[in-house]
């Protein structure tokens, strides 16, 4: 079965600065990544996704998110945040049908 | 249409009530999901119907019953339930292997 760990739980930072999520996986097939946001009080929605082909993946808003096979990473960037940015980041993988989440991030990005 | 739309948003029930949560989406997916997210906890599987037929259970209480009418339908009904089975209720639809598309939940409270 699959998992995913992310290892920060909180994150603050000030607008402008550059963020810089974790995000590692197991599995043992083939499997799609994914950041998913949760603004408050929203509903899930994708950032990005890599299924296969070029490991480094724009998304929506700026993000990005570089896929490192041999280190079962798949961690989130963006260069400058926004105060519109503070919101829980989900990573997840999916494999045959089950699509597991990620503990969640908690960015806080003061103005 | 790109939405998956979950009704009630809110609901509360008693221990012994029979209550029940609709999704719908008209998406043509073939692929729709139940998941349950406690607050500051990333949402957590509980089934998958693919095809109209139930394919992943993990583990759920039998009080918990899902049902797929058709390609666009999924419900969960509720009965006897306990207060710690308050939270999120999520659901989702995907094409196969591709990314899910999330409801905005319905926020369950058991009294």
Known sequence: AQSVSQHNHHVILSEAASLELGCNYSYGGTVNLFWYVQYPGQHLQLLLKYFSGDPLVKGIKGFEAEFIKSKFSFNLRKPSVQWSDTAEYFCAVKGFQKLVFGTGTRLLVSP | ?111
């Open chain 2, 1 to 111: 249409d790109t939405e998956v739309t979950q009704t009630p948003k809110h609901l509360v029930m008693g221990m012994t009530n029979k209550k029940s949560l609709k999704c719908e989406q008209h998406m043509g997916h073939r692929a729709m999901y139940w998941y349950k997210q406690k607050a500051k906890k990333p949402p957590e599987l509980m089934f998958v119907y693919s095809y109209e037929k139930l394919s992943i259970n993990e583990s759920v209480p039998s009080r918990f019953s899902p049902e797929c009418p058709n390609s666009s339908l999924l419900n969960l009904h509720l009965h006897a339930l306990q207060p710690e089975d308050s939270a999120l209720y999520l659901c989702a639809s995907s094409r196969g292997d591709e990314k899910l598309f999330f409801g905005s939940g319905t926020q369950l409270s058991v009294l």
